[in-house]
């Protein structure tokens, strides 16, 4: 079982910038996707970003679409998501999450395609 340790979230000021970090454990060949999901209390868990380990496709929730960025380093087994301008609203424990069934990309953005999941990290964005 892939393991998935999340790094980098904190206290930040509304339209600041934050950079979450996501190493894998294991090597790239044993998952297909990565993705970011992130929730509040009450909510349902959201979904925020993805990324394909073998062509890098990207993938984005409405929400932070031209606000976020995804990234992969195949060398280090890890994966980025750059935050900009960031809002209250995104003020959410943020989870990396891993597919390591070869699915279709319908289940990229859905939770129940993922079968690994980090510990979670915080963030939060003060007004």
Do not use: H
């Amino acid at each position: 079982q892939v393991q998935l340790v999340e790094s980098g979230g904190g206290l930040v000021q509304a339209g600041d910038s934050l950079r979450l970090s996501c190493a894998a454990s294991e090597r790239t060949f044993s998952t297909y996707v990565m993705g970011w999901f992130r929730q509040t209390p009450g909510k349902e868990r959201e979904f925020v970003a993805a990324i394909t380990w073998k062509d890098g496709s990207t993938y984005y929730g409405d929400s932070v679409k031209g606000r976020f960025t995804i990234s992969r380093d195949n060398a280090k087994n890890t994966v980025y998501l750059q935050m900009v301008g960031l809002k209250p609203e995104d003020t959410a424990v943020y989870y990396c999450a891993a597919q390591t069934t070869n699915l279709v990309s319908y289940y990229y953005t859905r939770r129940n395609g993922y079968d690994a999941w980090g510990q979670g990290t915080q963030v939060t964005v003060s007004s």
